[in-house]
């Protein structure tokens, strides 16, 4: 795993804000359920050729929203700056298929879990993240390896390759008002990911 802090500029921050803002406006956010009917503690939409969904049928990528809609292509911004990244890390031939954008609220979280419904498991996952202060779990490949607590912060990057692909990973908790990015608080996180 890299963790590149504050990465972004305020400017590359309040980009990505707005074209994350047309997507949902297409795409709007909503609160999956867990296979097992449980609501997640956080709202999910995607972009790209495919995006996820959770639902009680299960954890899948599929070509269209709930709504029954396509997706919208990544835009471009996010596809360059995902490609520009995967370069620096030796995947030259990265082809981002799908933007997955979280959003928290101050009671957001997300328990610990592996990310393993991609067909691919070698390309990197990029992590964007906005707003609010988080605390970032990262254990082992096993659920109950030690965990670790990391601060992510706006404008960090995180690159999740190698070793760290499988590593069971959640959001512990936001730590309200520690930015003023979004009017409205809470956290956005963007994941870049090739799923096949
Ligand atoms: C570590 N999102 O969407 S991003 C997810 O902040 C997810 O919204 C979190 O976990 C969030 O699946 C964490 C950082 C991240 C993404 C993928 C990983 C960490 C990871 C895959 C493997 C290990
Ligand atoms: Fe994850």
Same mark, same amino acid.
């Given at each position: 795993? $890299?963790?590149?802090?504050?990465?972004?500029?305020?400017?590359?921050?309040?980009?990505?804000?707005?074209?994350? =803002?047309?997507?949902? !406006?297409?795409?709007?956010?909503?609160?999956?359920?867990?296979?097992? %009917?449980?609501?997640?503690?956080c709202?999910?939409?995607?972009?790209?050729?495919?995006?996820?969904?959770?639902?009680?049928?299960?954890? !899948?990528?599929?070509?269209? #929203?709930?709504? /029954?809609?396509?997706?919208?292509?990544?835009?471009?911004?996010?596809?360059?700056?995902?490609?520009? $990244?995967?370069?620096?890390? %030796?995947?030259?031939?990265?082809?981002?298929?799908?933007?997955?954008?979280n959003y928290y609220q101050k009671s957001g979280k997300l328990?610990? #879990?592996?990310?393993?419904?991609?067909?691919?498991?070698?390309?990197?996952?990029?992590s964007?993240s906005l707003g609010d202060d988080a605390i970032f779990l990262? /254990?082992?490949?096993? =659920?109950?390896?030690?965990?670790?607590e990391i601060i992510v912060k706006s404008?960090d990057?995180i690159?999740?390759? %190698?070793?760290? =692909? $499988?590593?069971?990973h959640g959001i512990k908790k936001i730590i309200p %008002?520690t930015s003023?990015? $979004?009017?409205? /608080?809470g956290r956005l996180n963007?994941?870049? !990911?090739?799923?096949?």
């Amino acid at each position: 795993m $890299l963790h590149l802090q504050q990465y972004l500029t305020l400017e590359q921050q309040n980009e990505i804000l707005t074209v994350c =803002r047309e997507v949902a !406006r297409q795409s709007p956010l909503f609160t999956p359920v867990m296979p097992s %009917g449980k609501p997640f503690n956080c709202q999910m939409t995607s972009c790209g050729e495919l995006g996820w969904i959770s639902d009680t049928k299960g954890y !899948r990528y599929g070509e269209t #929203h709930p709504n /029954g809609k396509p997706w919208t292509p990544i835009p471009e911004m996010i596809n360059n700056l995902a490609k520009d $990244l995967a370069n620096q890390i %030796g995947e030259s031939s990265y082809h981002p298929q799908t933007c997955l954008i979280n959003y928290y609220q101050k009671s957001g979280k997300l328990g610990l #879990h592996q990310d393993n419904s991609e067909k691919n498991l070698n390309p990197a996952i990029i992590s964007i993240s906005l707003g609010d202060d988080a605390i970032f779990l990262i /254990g082992g490949n096993k =659920r109950n390896a030690k965990t670790k607590e990391i601060i992510v912060k706006s404008g960090d990057i995180i690159i999740l390759h %190698g070793d760290s =692909r $499988l590593a069971f990973h959640g959001i512990k908790k936001i730590i309200p %008002g520690t930015s003023s990015l $979004l009017k409205n /608080g809470g956290r956005l996180n963007l994941t870049i !990911r090739q799923v096949y």
